[in-house]
């Protein structure tokens, strides 16, 4: 039975699992019912709980890779690692906790670590050195998996705390004072505008360093 499970069938019923009830659900006993099998079984593909994640990771990746390569060369670095940016973002927030699930994850597919090798090539040729153009490369994936991160917990239920992110109740927290603070998270506006804006000024940073 181990044997005729395939990886990329776990790999399936983990985002099913994943989609329907978090990442805290996510357990290699809960996949196993899943797919009806024993635990034992998915050992054959999977050794634990991480390399469950790693696979996870890497077919996200693969999706990102595969929807990059469709989009038509040309435009300078900027408007390149920013729709990587988009591109990105759009495919974590596909799944429940998306971006939690790449946090610390190792890809296990050569090919898509490889497809890191034309971006480096690009960058270094506008005139970034190979640390800063991989510097790039990593400061921009972690500001989108923290973005998201926040974005996917900000819209999650609340279940028995409806007014966990209410401003007013907020407000009434904080008390007399922190005038600023409180004028600044009635001014905050999440989803794209907040990315578009927190995405440029984060290019604009990287922009300053070329010579």
């Known amino acids: 039975m181990a044997k005729g499970i395939t990886r990329e069938q776990i790999v399936a019923a983990a985002l099913e699992l994943l989609n329907e009830h978090g990442m805290d659900a996510l357990t290699v006993r809960a996949l196993a019912s ?3 099998v024993k635990a034992p079984a998915l050992y054959w593909h999977v050794r634990n709980k991480q390399e469950l994640l790693d696979e996870m990771a890497t077919f996200v990746m693969r999706r990102v890779t595969d929807a990059l390569a469709a989009i038509p060369p040309g435009g300078d670095w900027r408007d390149a690692v920013a729709a990587y940016a988009r591109v990105l973002r759009s495919e974590y927030l596909l799944h429940r906790d998306g971006a939690r699930i790449f946090s610390g994850t190792r890809l296990a597919d050569p090919a898509i670590v490889k497809a ?16 800063e153009a991989d510097d790039t490369l990593d400061l921009v994936t972690a500001f989108v998996v923290g973005f998201v991160i926040e974005e996917q917990e900000r819209c999650r239920p609340t279940g028995d705390y409806p007014a966990r992110y209410s401003l007013a109740g907020r407000d009434a927290w904080l008390g007399e004072g922190a005038e600023l603070v409180k004028a600044a998270g009635h001014l905050r506006d999440d989803g794209d505008p907040r990315f578009e804006r927190q995405l ?6 990287l922009a ?4």
Do not use: N
């Open 200 to 205: 440029g000024v984060l290019l604009d940073g």
């Open 208 to 211: 300053a360093r070329l010579p």
């Open 34 to 36: 899943r797919l009806d």
């Open 116 to 131: 890191k090798e034309p971006w480096l090539e690009r960058l270094t040729a506008t005139g970034f050195s190979l640390a």
